[in-house]
């Protein structure tokens, strides 16, 4: 396959949706759920667990187990699968990183803390799931286009 063949306006344009989707859903795990110990399931629920119980690093731990499911994704359901789930699953750990560090930057300066009052915070419980779920719900309906 040719270079010109491959990158497409088509095909550039659902890797930049895709993009967008992963950094929204990233973003919502790292202002919203991370800071609040909420866990939603899956791969970033039990990067919130391993962070409070172990201290480990939940961009990190998103990472390792990411890199996991795709092996066996890959050994089950052959390369098709591999390509576009191998790029969001090193993305969103990586969007996690930089957004964790955003907002410990925001919340060190005093500009902004989303965690609720249990936290030091002055965040209500309700509100975040509810911004969280939308946002997240947003992210991932962009990368599933």
């Known amino acids: 396959m040719k270079f010109k063949e491959f990158f ?23 202002f919203f759920l991370n800071p609040n110990n909420i866990v939603i399931g899956g791969v970033s629920g039990t990067s919130v667990i391993m962070k409070d119980l172990s201290g480990k690093d939940p961009a990190t731990v998103i990472l390792i187990f990411n890199l996991g499911l795709l092996l066996i994704g890959f050994i089950c359901l052959g390369k098709e699968f591999l390509i576009k789930n191998a790029y969001g699953s090193i993305t969103y750990p990586l ?5 964790d560090a955003l907002y410990g930057l925001l919340q060190n300066k005093g500009i902004l803390d989303l965690r609720t009052a249990q936290f030091g915070g002055s965040a209500d419980y309700m509100l975040v799931i509810i911004f969280s779920s939308i946002l997240t719900g947003i992210g991932l309906g962009y990368v599933m286009k």
């Open 8 to 30: 497409t306006k088509k095909r550039i344009t659902e890797w930049f949706i895709m993009t967008i989707g992963v950094a929204i859903a990233a973003f919502a795990f790292s």
């Open 95 to 99: 969007f996690v990183m930089a957004f």
